[in-house]
């Protein structure tokens, strides 16, 4: 069974600019979860989607925003970046049903510089 | 506000010695996560503990849960270097919110 994939795996964008991640969740799965993770942070939950729907969110801009698609794929976009969203964004993806366990499984993250 | 405190923050042994990790919280969880991170990679899930005091091993790792659901240990017994991670522990509540706690670099030296 093929893990969790993300595209792309390094991206440099410049102040202003905005940005779209991609994430491939294991077959099957139908939740998506985004971190953003920083040294200074670490791992910062962005937003949860499940069956198309956003169920969970946390403290974060409206910058920051996701979708997903009826495949259980997800994006997430960040627009006028700031030279502080600078970070890895990684998602994970898990069954999503009522578990009480809610395992997750990431993917290698998408590694995000902002000049 | 970081709900979940792990200690130490950093840890630098020799190969063989023993270690303990620990994570603690004044919330209740529904259940807990360890996962093992490795530079450049996204967080493996180690071991999942739901039950007041449930204790897992897995290999030389050995897992904790506290009697009230707060919190939570790791033990490595003769630590190889391959145990070289940031470990990170995560609480569940409610329905699928899962709080990630501040992270342990471990570092094993051969």
């Known amino acids: 069974k093929a893990g969790v994939t993300q595209t792309p795996r390094y991206l440099i964008k410049t102040r202003g600019q905005q940005v779209t991640l991609s994430c491939s969740p294991i077959?099957?799965?139908?939740?998506v979860s985004w971190y953003q993770q920083t040294p200074g942070q670490g791992l910062q939950f962005l937003f949860e989607?499940?069956?198309?729907?956003?169920?969970n969110k946390g403290n974060f801009p409206g910058r920051f925003s996701g979708r997903q698609f009826s495949n259980s794929r997800s994006e997430m976009n960040v627009s006028t970046l700031e030279l502080g969203d600078s970070a890895l964004y990684l998602c994970a993806s898990s069954l999503g049903g009522a578990q009480t366990s809610y395992e997750q499984y990431f993917g290698p993250g998408t590694r995000l510089t902002v000049t | 506000t970081q709900l979940l405190e792990q200690s130490p923050q950093f840890l630098s042994i020799q190969e063989g010695e023993n270690l303990t990790v620990y994570c603690n919280s004044s919330s209740v969880f529904s259940s807990l996560q360890w996962y093992r991170q490795e530079p450049g990679e996204g967080p493996v899930l180690l071991v999942t503990v739901v039950t007041g005091g449930e204790v897992k091993k897995l290999k030389r790792l050995t897992f904790q849960f506290g009697d009230a659901r707060k919190d939570s240990s790791l033990h490595i017994t003769a630590a190889q270097p391959g145990d070289t991670g940031l470990y990170l522990c995560a609480g569940v509540r409610g329905y699928q919110k899962v709080t990630f706690g501040t992270g342990t670099k471990l570092q094993v030296i051969p």
């Open positions: 989607y499940f069956s198309e729907t956003q169920r």
């Open positions: 077959s099957g799965h139908r939740s």
